[in-house]
């Protein structure tokens, strides 16, 4: 069996392969969001995100100052955060915080939205990246409809139900944010975001 076993390798030539995919698309998006779709797709081995992925004018720049500040992360599942490599701030579970599971079952709602809920008091000015569940972003919705801003929303949630309505309903609010639209997204593509958005920053750094 023969196949490719060096990591710098693998890593060269999968890089080298995102960007053929990538070539017909290069035009639709600006260098830096380009890198984040870059890095989801390499991540998820799907270059069909190129057709997916939205990114608020606004987004990169608001990350990246947002970082520059130790802004925290704010996640709404643990598969997020524990995705997320490199960064030196405080990195939280929406759905691990204190006393959410008894909140979600006594009112009848996912541990998502709990979650989101029992977040507020911390979601101004961090960065949120949601993931997993639709009901977090329905969430965060609400509470940004009530005067919540955060810097920045990752929201990639997946799933036939409530996910591409929420999304939707994400980019016509007056926040920077990168969107995976319709039903595709997942945990590895918003931590491959946030991830691709530390990556930005390292590099103006140097």
């Given at each position: 069996?023969?196949?490719?076993?060096?990591?710098?390798?693998?890593?060269?030539?999968?890089?080298?392969?995102?960007?053929?995919?990538?070539?017909?698309?290069?035009?639709?998006?600006?260098?830096?969001?380009?890198?984040?779709?870059?890095?989801?797709?390499?991540?998820?081995?799907?270059?069909?995100?190129?057709?997916?992925?939205?990114?608020?004018?606004c987004a990169v720049a608001a990350g990246l100052l947002a970082f520059e500040y130790g802004a925290r992360i704010i996640c709404d599942v643990k598969m997020v955060a524990a995705g997320i490599t490199g960064y030196?701030?405080?990195?939280?579970?929406?759905?691990?915080?204190?006393?959410?599971?008894?909140?979600?079952?006594?009112?009848?709602?996912?541990?998502?939205?709990?979650?989101?809920?029992?977040?507020?008091?911390?979601?101004?000015?961090?960065?949120?990246?949601?993931?997993?569940?639709?009901?977090?972003?329905?969430?965060?919705?609400?509470?940004?409809?009530?005067?919540?801003?955060?810097?920045?929303?990752?929201?990639?949630?997946?799933?036939?139900?409530?996910?591409?309505?929420?999304?939707?309903?994400?980019?016509?609010?007056?926040?920077?944010?990168?969107?995976?639209?319709?039903?595709?997204?997942?945990?590895?593509?918003?931590?491959?975001?946030?991830?691709?958005?530390?990556?930005?920053?390292?590099?103006?750094?140097?």
């Amino acid at each position: 069996m023969c196949y490719v076993a060096h990591p710098e390798e693998i890593e060269a030539r999968s890089r080298a392969a995102v960007d053929r995919l990538l070539a017909p698309f290069a035009h639709s998006f600006s260098g830096d969001a380009l890198a984040i779709l870059r890095r989801v797709v390499h991540a998820t081995g799907d270059p069909g995100f190129a057709e997916l992925l939205a990114v608020h004018p606004c987004a990169v720049a608001a990350g990246l100052l947002a970082f520059e500040y130790g802004a925290r992360i704010i996640c709404d599942v643990k598969m997020v955060a524990a995705g997320i490599t490199g960064y030196g701030g405080e990195v939280l579970v929406a759905v691990e915080r204190p006393g959410v599971s008894g909140e979600a079952g006594r009112l009848g709602i996912t541990r998502a939205l709990a979650g989101v809920r029992a977040c507020r008091p911390l979601l101004a000015g961090s960065v949120v990246a949601i993931g997993n569940a639709p009901t977090a972003l329905f969430g965060l919705l609400e509470l940004m409809d009530e005067g919540v801003r955060p810097a920045l929303v990752v929201g990639t949630p997946v799933g036939f139900v409530g996910a591409a309505e929420a999304k939707e309903a994400l980019m016509a609010r007056d926040v920077p944010w990168v969107v995976v639209r319709g039903t595709k997204g997942g945990s590895t593509v918003a931590a491959a975001i946030v991830n691709a958005l530390l990556a930005l920053r390292e590099e103006k750094l140097r």
